[in-house]
Structures are given as C-alpha cells and as structure tokens.
C-alpha cells in the first residue's frame, strides 16, 4: 500500500502565496512522476503541474509563470509554490504519484486533498 500526504491548505488574499507539500510512503521501487492537480466544484479534475524523475516540469497555461514544482526525492515527497495567486484558483487541490510497485507492475495515487482559498 502506498499513501500520499499532502499539508493543509487555506485561505489567502488575492496576489498572496502558499506553498503545499505532499509525501508519500509504503512498500514501493520507485517513484516515477508526481504531480498536482485540483478541482473546483462543479467542474473537472485538471492537471496543474507535473514532474517527472529526471524530466522537466509541465504547467498548466493558467499556473505559468506563478506556480513552481519541485520535489525532494530523499524524502519522496513533491512541492507546489503558489504565487500571485487569483480567486480563479479556489479548488480542491490533489497530489498524484506514478508509483512502480514491482517488476512492471506501476499505480498511480492520489492524496486525500486540501482545499486552498483565494478571496479578492
């Protein structure tokens, strides 16, 4: 079994940051890819910023230039700075891991969610 923790979120002003964290633990090889993604209520799960081990990150248009994923791989753990941020990135916001259980075997895992809240 293989859990992804992430921190809270919270409420923060418009043009403010927050940073999220999220890690992941269990019997596991690797970990191949982490990533965020969030969901707003009433519309669909999207992809906010995803890294690869050993690729480079991929953002969402909306989150360029404002958000920045990185990661620790030692504690297996994945990061999200937000800045600048907009009552537009009100949602719930997920971590996701591409996990490689065994030989050939991968999952993929999701965090139990925060919910981060911009006001204007």
């Known amino acids: 079994q293989v859990q992804l923790v992430e921190s809270e979120g919270g409420l923060v002003q418009g043009g403010g940051s927050l940073r999220l964290s999220c890690a992941a633990s269990g019997s596991f090889v690797s970990i191949n890819a982490m990533g965020w993604y969030r969901q707003a209520p009433g519309k669909q799960r999207e992809l906010v910023a995803q890294l690869a081990i050993g690729g480079r990150p991929n953002y969402a248009f909306s989150v360029k230039g404002r958000f920045t994923i990185s990661r620790d791989n030692a504690k297996n753990a994945v990061y999200l700075q937000m800045n600048n941020l907009k009552p537009d990135d009100t949602a719930v916001y997920y971590c996701?891991?591409?996990?490689?259980?065994?030989?050939?075997?991968?999952?993929?895992?999701w965090g139990q969610g925060t919910q981060v809240t911009v006001s204007s």
């Open positions: 996701n891991a591409e996990v490689t259980l065994g030989s050939w075997v991968t999952n993929n895992y």
